[in-house]
Structure formats: C-alpha cells, structure tokens
Nanobody, 117 residues
Framework: QVQLVESGGGLVQPGGSLRLSCAAS????????INWYRQTVGKQRELVAG???????NYADSVKGRFTISRDNAKNTGYLHMSSLSPEDTAVYYC???????????WGQGTQVTVSS
C-alpha cells in the first residue's frame, strides 16, 4: 500500500521559515518525481516546486529564491524548505509523487501552512 505522509506545516510569522516533509512508503521512491502544490479556498491548486528523479528542480516564479525543494532517496522523503514567508504563502500544501514511466501518481493528505502575525 502506497502512503505519502506530510508533516511540518503550522503557524509562522511573516518572514519566518518552515520545512515540509513528504515521507513515502510502498514505492521505489527514487524512480519518482516529486512536486509540491498548494491550494487556498476558492482557488485552483498551484504547482509550487518540483524535483525530478534525477534531481532537476523547478519553481514557480512566486517562490523562486525563497523556497528550496530537495529529496533524500535513502529516507524515501522529499522536502520543501520555505523561507521569507508572507501571508500570501498561506495555503494547504500537498505533496505529489509521480512517474511518467510507471504511469503512477500519488498524493499526500495535505498540510496547512499559515503565515500570520
């Protein structure tokens, strides 16, 4: 059974930092690309950052220079380190892992990030 468990969300003040984790089980994690999305009420889910199985990264313009995506295949875990957070970053953040070769895609349950003073 495939599971993605996200953690690390919470309440943080503007300018602060958080690190989100996405721990996977039941898959050969190293074969999968990882994406982080976020969603606020009434808006479409937005792709924030991605990292390929080979380590290539990409970021939404809104988070470039502030967010860093990484992965640790030995721990079957992906990370999103977020810094210089602003209230506009408030959202539920979702981890997605997908393989274009295996035609598989899995989602985490989401973790709430709230940026407020």
């Amino acid at each position: 059974q495939v599971q993605l468990v996200e953690s690390g969300g919470g309440l943080v003040q503007p300018g602060g930092s958080l690190r989100l984790s996405c721990a996977a089980s039941g898959i050969n994690f190293s074969f999968y690309n990882i994406n982080w999305y976020r969603q606020t009420v009434g808006k479409q889910r937005e792709l924030v950052a991605g990292i390929s199985s080979g380590g290539t990264t990409n970021y939404a313009d809104s988070v470039k220079g502030r967010f860093t995506i990484s992965r640790d295949n030995a721990k079957n875990t992906g990370y999103l380190h977020m810094s210089s957070l602003s209230p506009e970053d408030t959202a539920v953040y979702y981890c997605n892992v997908h393989s274009d070769i295996l035609y598989r895609s899995y989602w985490g349950q989401g973790t709430q990030v709230t940026v407020s003073s």
